[in-house]
């Protein structure tokens, strides 16, 4: 298997290729990760790439495709490897096809993972990434368990600097207008195949699997033709060589007219090349500016999706503020109830006391009432009885 990941940033291209070696076996080639190794082993390309970077300058292709071919030559890319970060353009992709034919390793395929620009701007913005395994999540689509923990090792998780709204729309500005040309490259080649790159990471790996299980075996057919065509020239340039020997038999006059042909067949043929050129220059400055306009174009969509997404942050967190009083007012309304009830209950209860009270000073009456109707009556017969007392003791005087 020999293919290269083209998409843009946040499309997934690395989850699928460590996906991708683990199944297959065969390494994922990161431009990004040879540099960084070249440079700490200090080789020779590295200490080149090291001056180039020290000095605020890019990386030659040159470079590159010299680290590209040393790790090509090592055992575990014997049985295939997957590209990913380079090419980023057209003519790094045709000095990459040359490299490759070469070493005779040419490219299987151009694997796309198409991702709408909406989408990968949710995903670079909520993007974190492990420090200690470099696990990646994504607090919108895949959050971890915990809140700012790896779920593998339990690292810290990081967010990039430049994950956010502004920078993320110019990088994916620059892919389209660079980058996406890739495409139309690897189409023609016949060599193009493309995934969607939005669901569950298992399904998308699925997908692939079923494009790359599909790949004919060994070269394509369109690189065999492209190596057809250099040994077919040689052949067409001895035959000339032939004709000239041939020619210095005849006589001088035949030698004039044959000058003069000649002369005017060259005349012709720069004629013909300066009116191809003048075209090929017509039409490259068409192109280059179709791509500017379309360069102009990604932007205000770009900026004009960042600018609806920001009037939909603000509408929600309108929403939520406005959530957020309604609960305050109902739990004032609940409070206000409550505090109602509490009074209500209150009052009922100092009325039940002051019956109780009223009911008992009024039993207290109703006793103190009837011990004083004893009273009264125990006097009365009190009074009685010493009446009869005295008329008794009367009575026996007599």
């Known amino acids: ?209 079923r494009v790359l299980e599909s790949l004919p075996s060994g070269h394509a057919a369109s690189e065999v033709k492209v190596e057809e065509k250099p040994a077919a020239e040689p052949a067409a340039k001895k035959k000339v060589v032939k004709k000239k020997k041939a020619s210095k038999k005849k006589p001088a006059a035949k030698k004039k007219s044959t000058k003069k042909k000649s002369s005017k067949k060259k005349s012709a043929k720069k004629k013909a090349t300066k009116k191809k050129t003048s075209k090929k220059k017509s039409s490259k400055k068409k192109t280059a500016k179709k791509k500017v306009a379309k360069k102009k174009v990604a932007k205000k969509k770009a900026k004009k999706k960042v600018s609806k997404k920001k009037a939909a942050k603000k509408k929600a967190k309108k929403k939520v503020a406005k959530k957020k009083v309604a609960k305050k007012k109902a739990k004032k309304k609940v409070s206000k109830k409550k505090a109602a009830k509490k009074k209500a209950k209150k009052k009922v209860a100092k009325k039940k006391a002051k019956k109780k009270v009223s009911k008992k000073k009024a039993a207290k009456k109703k006793a103190k009432k009837k011990v004083a109707k004893k009273k009264a009556r125990k006097k009365v017969a009190k009074k009685k009885a010493k009446k009869k007392a005295k008329k008794k003791s009367s009575r026996k005087k007599r």
């Open 1 to 209: 298997m020999r293919i290269v990941l083209i998409g843009a940033p946040g499309g997934g291209k690395g989850t699928q290729a460590k996906l991708l070696v683990d199944k297959y076996g065969v390494p994922q080639i990161s431009t990004g990760d040879l540099l960084r190794a070249a440079v700490k082993a200090g080789s020779p390309l590295g200490m080149q790439a090291k001056q180039a970077m020290d000095s605020g300058q890019l990386v030659s292709d040159e470079i590159v495709l010299g680290m590209i071919k040393e790790r090509l030559a090592e055992s575990d890319a014997q049985n295939g490897f997957i590209l990913d970060g380079f090419p980023r353009n057209i003519p790094q992709a045709e000095a990459l096809d040359s490299l490759l034919d070469d070493v005779d390793k040419p490219l299987q395929a151009a694997l796309l993972i198409d991702v709408e620009f909406s989408i990968l701007m949710q995903r670079l913005t909520g993007r974190r990434t492990c420090g200690s395994c470099g696990q990646m999540f994504n607090i919108h689509t895949s959050p971890p368990r915990i809140e700012g923990r790896c779920d593998k090792c339990g690292g810290n998780l990081e967010h990039r600097a430049d994950d956010n709204e502004e920078t993320i729309s110019n990088r994916l500005g620059v892919y389209e207008a660079e980058t996406a040309p890739l495409v139309d490259y690897f189409r023609k080649q016949g060599k193009l195949r493309t995934v969607r790159g939005v669901g569950e990471v298992d399904s998308i790996f699925a997908a692939i699997q």
